[in-house]
């Protein structure tokens, strides 16, 4: 079965600077990695993805990710962080060979201070 | 395009009590899920439909809860009797795609606003 680990709780960076919040997974097949973000009292929004091909996916927002097959992670970055990029972030994977559903994180609270 | 819908967006009961949340997916998905969003925790899937069928159920708690999509299209998610520990946000998504490899995999989730139940 798979899993998501988001070793994180909270990130807290100041605005302008470089965000990078973790996530690493497991999974029997091929991994279809995800990522979400959750703004309070708000569904999940879908924000970048990766299936196969360059291993730096760029998304919504200005957010990119790299996938890291030997380190089975895929860290969520972004250049200069925003205020309002603070919310919830959730990774998720699916096992691309089984057919297995989504697996969410436990996710982690992003944090951009002024 | 209009995206998933749910309603109510809140819900206070007490507990032994019942409650129903409906779901309405982006036009044209054929994939619909039911989430359980637990506060500080991630969502776990509850159950997953394909067109009207359930393709999986298995952590669904089926003494109490049950969900279904008569026509392919809306669904609902009801509780009966609830208890306090079903306290939670009610996460419907949808994805387009068949029940094929290919884009039904790789397809991400669409999801609504939620609905935030608390069981008094």
């Known amino acids: 079965a798979q899993s998501v680990a988001q070793p994180e709780d909270q990130v807290k960076v100041a605005e302008g600077n470089p965000l990078t919040v973790k996530c690493t997974y497991s999974?029997?097949?091929?991994?279809?990695l995800f990522w979400y973000v959750q703004y309070p009292n708000r569904g999940l929004q879908f924000l970048l993805k990766y299936i196969t091909g360059d291993n730096l996916v760029k998304g919504s927002y200005g957010f990119e990710a790299e996938f890291n097959k030997s380190q089975t992670s895929f860290h969520l970055k972004k250049p200069s962080a925003l205020v309002s990029d603070s919310a919830l972030y959730f990774c998720a994977v699916r096992d691309g060979n089984y057919g297995q559903n989504f697996v969410f994180g436990p996710g982690t609270r992003l944090s951009v201070l002024p | 395009e209009a995206g998933v819908a749910q309603s109510p967006r809140y819900k206070i009961i007490e507990k032994r009590q019942s409650v129903a949340f409906w779901c309405n997916p982006i036009s044209g998905h054929a994939t619909l899920y039911w989430y359980q969003q637990i506060l500080g925790q991630g969502p776990k899937l509850l159950i997953q439909f394909q067109n009207n069928g359930v393709v999986d159920d298995s952590q669904l708690p089926k003494d109490r809860f049950s969900a279904e999509r008569l026509k392919g299209v809306d669904s609902t998610l009801k509780i009966q009797p609830a208890k306090l520990e079903d306290s939670a946000v009610y996460l419907c998504?949808?994805?387009?795609?068949?029940?094929?490899?290919?884009?039904?995999?790789?397809?991400?989730?669409?999801f609504g606003e939620g609905s935030r139940l608390t069981v008094l």
């Open positions: 999974v029997s097949g091929n991994p279809y």
């Open positions: 998504a949808s994805s387009s795609g068949t029940s094929g490899r290919g884009s039904y995999l790789s397809g991400e989730l669409f």
